[in-house]
């Protein structure tokens, strides 16, 4: 936040990630009280959620439409959830629920795109240590490997529009935006799988329909919607294997 800020166009910005966080920490806090919960005093979940929505709306997005667009995110990890996790990515889910029903312009700033092309190092820096405290690389590089070589074959060949060259894949917004989602949504714990085998499918699925749907359609909504699948694949993984463990713990 502090990094992209620097950019002009952005520094309203740490206004819309001061109030989707507050937002955030605001809904954990009600529903900690309403199911009793000896934490609902803070909701760390909250924070980093509205952190994330305030990285990717533009930093032009009326505060109403940040409170809600955090709002719809955080209702998605109360309610669309399997035991304690949630289904989709809470982040995600808000952030296209607003593309969709709000109209939300959505710059992804927080990837530092609208500042010089080096800077993508603090970008890379910051996410290193994000994977590495989560123990996510296989997932990381995986999606980046599968993501960009698919948009240069897609280049190369004159997939989709016939406008796309290969040399697109490698340029902004493409590159920050996947790096941004990469090391900062795909990796998020609850809603991606923590063996090895399983983060690399999830990425492969990621990557297959966020290019899939760019090509197709373009627009904002193509990472967000193969993150999201990605999501539900490890969910019906999970119910899949649920049952087997339930007979080996009681047989």
Same mark, same amino acid.
């Given at each position: 936040?502090?990094?992209?800020?620097?950019?002009?166009?952005?520094?309203?910005?740490?206004?819309?990630?001061?109030?989707?966080?507050?937002?955030?920490?605001?809904?954990?806090?009600?529903?900690?009280?309403?199911?009793?919960?000896?934490?609902?005093?803070?909701?760390?979940?909250?924070?980093?959620?509205?952190?994330?929505?305030?990285?990717?709306?533009?930093?032009?997005?009326?505060?109403?439409?940040?409170?809600?667009?955090?709002?719809?995110?955080? @209702?998605?990890?109360?309610? =669309?959830? +399997?035991?304690?996790?949630?289904? %989709?990515?809470? $982040? *995600? &889910?808000?952030?296209?629920? #607003?593309?969709?029903?709000?109209?939300?312009?959505?710059?992804?700033?927080?990837?530092?795109?609208?500042?010089?092309?080096?800077?993508?190092?603090?970008?890379?820096?910051?996410?290193?240590?994000?994977?590495?405290?989560?123990?996510?690389?296989?997932?990381?590089?995986?999606?980046?490997? @599968?993501?960009?070589?698919? =948009?240069? +074959?897609?280049?190369?060949?004159? %997939?989709?529009? $016939? *406008? &796309?060259?290969?040399?697109? #894949?490698?340029?902004?917004?493409?590159?920050?935006?996947?790096?941004?989602?990469?090391?900062?949504?795909?990796?998020?714990?609850?809603?991606?799988?923590?063996?090895?085998?399983?983060?690399?499918?999830?990425?492969?699925?990621?990557?297959?329909?966020?290019?899939?749907?760019?090509?197709?359609?373009?627009?904002?909504?193509?990472?967000?919607?193969?993150?999201?699948?990605?999501?539900?694949?490890?969910?019906?993984?999970?119910?899949?294997?649920?049952?087997?463990?339930?007979?080996?713990?009681?047989?």
């Amino acid at each position: 936040m502090g990094i992209g800020a620097l950019h002009p166009s952005d520094t309203s910005g740490i206004k819309t990630i001061g109030i989707a966080m507050v937002t955030g920490i605001l809904v954990d806090v009600l529903v900690g009280l309403l199911r009793q919960n000896n934490r609902w005093w803070f909701g760390d979940g909250g924070a980093v959620t509205g952190a994330i929505i305030g990285l990717v709306l533009s930093s032009t997005t009326p505060w109403s439409i940040t409170v809600l667009t955090t709002a719809v995110a955080m @209702a998605s990890k109360h309610i =669309l959830k +399997i035991g304690r996790k949630p289904i %989709f990515n809470p $982040a *995600a &889910f808000g952030l296209l629920v #607003a593309i969709y029903v709000f109209h939300t312009e959505q710059s992804w700033w927080g990837d530092l795109a609208d500042l010089p092309q080096w800077c993508i190092v603090f970008l890379i820096i910051v996410g290193y240590f994000v994977a590495s405290r989560v123990n996510k690389f296989p997932q990381v590089l995986t999606f980046l490997g @599968a993501y960009f070589a698919l =948009l240069l +074959i897609a280049g190369y060949f004159h %997939f989709g529009s $016939a *406008a &796309f060259t290969p040399g697109d #894949a490698l340029r902004n917004p493409i590159v920050n935006s996947a790096l941004f989602l990469a090391f900062f949504m795909l990796t998020d714990p609850p809603t991606s799988p923590g063996k090895y085998k399983e983060q690399v499918i999830f990425s492969l699925i990621a990557a297959v329909i966020s290019v899939g749907i760019y090509l197709k359609f373009g627009g904002l909504a193509y990472l967000l919607i193969g993150l999201l699948a990605a999501n539900g694949w490890k969910t019906w993984k999970s119910c899949r294997s649920e049952p087997a463990k339930l007979h080996r713990r009681f047989s």
